[in-house]
C-alpha cells in the first residue's frame, strides 16, 4: 500500500512547473494622501519622494523606494510582511508587498473565508486561491506586480497575525494546484451559486472549450447559505445617474427587461428600456456598472413598481467555479477537500508542484 502511493505521488510531480518562491502583490495604488498607517510620504517637485516610518526618513531614488520590513507594518487596512515597495509616477503612488508565495497563499484564504468554517472547506479555498495566484503570477512575470490584492483578484491584507488554523490548513494543502490536462486552470470562486453554478462564457464571453472544467452544476448544499436569497430595490434616479449617456440617449431609462438568460437561468442580456427607445446590454455590465454588491448576482427577476425595481433573486457572486457556501456545507458533511474541488471543477486532477 505505501509503495503504490509513493508510486501515485511520483506520477502527480509535473517536473516542468514549480511555485514561485516570491510573489509580487499590488497592495495600495493612488494618491499618497490615501495612505495611513504606520508609514507617510511627502513628495517633491521632482517626483521623489521621502517616506517617514516610526520617526526614521527613507528617501527614494528614482521614484522608487524599498523597504524590508523587520516587523509588520499597518497600511490602511492591511498589515504586511515581508519587503514592500513604493513607486511613484506623476501622482499615483504604487505599495507592492513582496512576500514567500505560501505566506500570501495564507493570507488570501484568510480574506475569502472564515477561520471559524470547516476544516476542508478552509483547505478547498486555500488550493484554489494557490491555484489562481500561480496562474496570475506566471501571465504577470514581466509586469512590475503579479497580483491585485483586492476583488479584482483576491482580497488580501497582509501575512500578519493570521489565524492558526488557517496558516495549518493552508500548508496541508502546500504545493497542491488544481489542474486540467496537466495545465493549471482559472480557479474561480465565488460566496454562494444560489442552486446551480454558472460557466465563464455566460458572464464574460470567450470560447466555452477554453473552460472545459468549468461546467454547470446543480448544488444544493448552499441553500442554508444567509445569502442564497435574496430581494433589493434600485431607484430609477440611480439607474438614470449610473447611465447617463445612455440615458440621455433614451430619454431616460425607465426599467429594464430580460433579453437573454443563459441555461443556468442567469441573465445574460437585459434590455435596457427608455422613454426614446430601448438598448441591449450584456447582463454583467449592469451588474458590474451598478457595484456588485448592490445587485449581489445575475441569477434574479425584476420588476418594476413605481419609481423603483425591484430585483428579487439568488446566490453572491458571478457563480463560477468553487461555491464556498457550497463548500461549508460538503465538509460539514464529511467531504474532504480534494472530493469538494472536484465537486466544483469537472475532470481536474490535484497536482503536487514543487517550489524551485
Ligand atoms: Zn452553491
Not at 152 to 163: E, H
Not at 307 to 328: E, R
Amino acid at each position: 500500500m505505501q509503495i503504490r502511493s509513493l508510486i501515485f505521488s511520483a506520477l502527480l510531480l509535473i517536473p516542468e512547473l514549480s511555485l514561485p518562491q516570491n510573489i509580487k502583490v499590488l497592495v495600495y495604488e493612488g494618491r499618497a494622501t490615501g495612505i495611513t498607517g504606520d508609514i507617510s510620504i511627502t513628495q517633491d517637485n521632482t517626483g521623489e519622494f521621502t517616506l517617514k516610518k516610526n520617526g526614521k526618513i527613507y528617501n527614494s531614488r528614482d521614484g522608487i523606494c524599498y523597504h524590508t520590513a523587520e516587523f509588520p507594518v499597518k497600511i490602511n487596512s492591511g498589515i504586511y510582511t515581508g519587503t514592500l515597495l513604493f513607486s511613484a509616477q506623476a501622482n499615483v503612488f504604487r505599495i507592492i508587498n513582496i512576500l514567500d508565495f505560501e505566506d500570501y497563499v495564507s493570507g488570501v484564504t484568510a480574506c475569502e473565508i472564515s477561520h471559524t468554517w470547516p476544516e476542508e472547506a478552509i483547505k478547498a479555498q486555500a488550493l484554489v486561491a494557490r491555484t489562481y495566484s500561480w496562474l496570475k503570477y506566471q501571465q504577470n512575470l514581466k509586469n512590475q506586480y503579479h497580483i491585485k490584492a483586492d476583488d479584482t483578484d483576491q482580497v488580501f491584507r497582509g501575512s500578519a497575525n493570521l489565524p492558526g488554523n488557517i496558516i495549518n490548513f493552508t500548508r496541508a494543502t502546500a504545493g497542491k494546484i488544481i489542474c486540467c490536462r496537466g495545465k493549471p486552470v482559472e480557479a474561480f470562486f465565488h460566496s454562494c451559486c444560489g442552486g446551480v453554478t454558472e460557466e465563464p462564457e455566460n458572464v464574460w464571453g470567450g470560447k466555452k472549450e477554453q473552460y472545459p472544467y468549468l461546467k454547470k452544476k446543480t448544488c444544493s448544499y448552499c441553500a442554508n447559505s444567509p445569502v442564497f436569497a435574496w430581494k433589493t430595490a434600485i431607484a430609477l434616479t440611480e439607474l438614470n445617474a449610473k447611465f447617463s449617456s445612455l440615458s440621455a440617449e433614451l430619454g431616460g431609462i425607465t426599467g429594464i427587461r430580460p433579453l437573454e438568460r443563459s441555461s443556468s437561468g442567469r441573465y445574460a442580456k437585459i434590455l435596457v428600456l427608455g422613454k426614446k427607445g430601448s438598448r441591449e446590454m450584456q447582463a454583467n455590465f449592469f451588474r458590474m456598472s451598478l457595484g456588485a454588491k448592490n445587485l449581489p448576482s445575475l441569477f434574479f427577476s425584476a420588476s418594476s413598481r413605481g419609481k423603483t425595481i425591484v430585483f428579487s433573486g439568488k446566490g453572491y457572486g458571478h457563480g463560477i467555479g468553487l461555491c464556498q457556501w457550497g463548500a461549508h456545507e460538503l465538509a460539514k458533511r464529511g467531504w474532504n477537500y480534494t472530493g469538494i474541488i472536484r465537486f466544483y471543477f469537472s475532470g481536474i486532477t490535484i497536482e503536487s508542484v514543487p517550489k524551485p
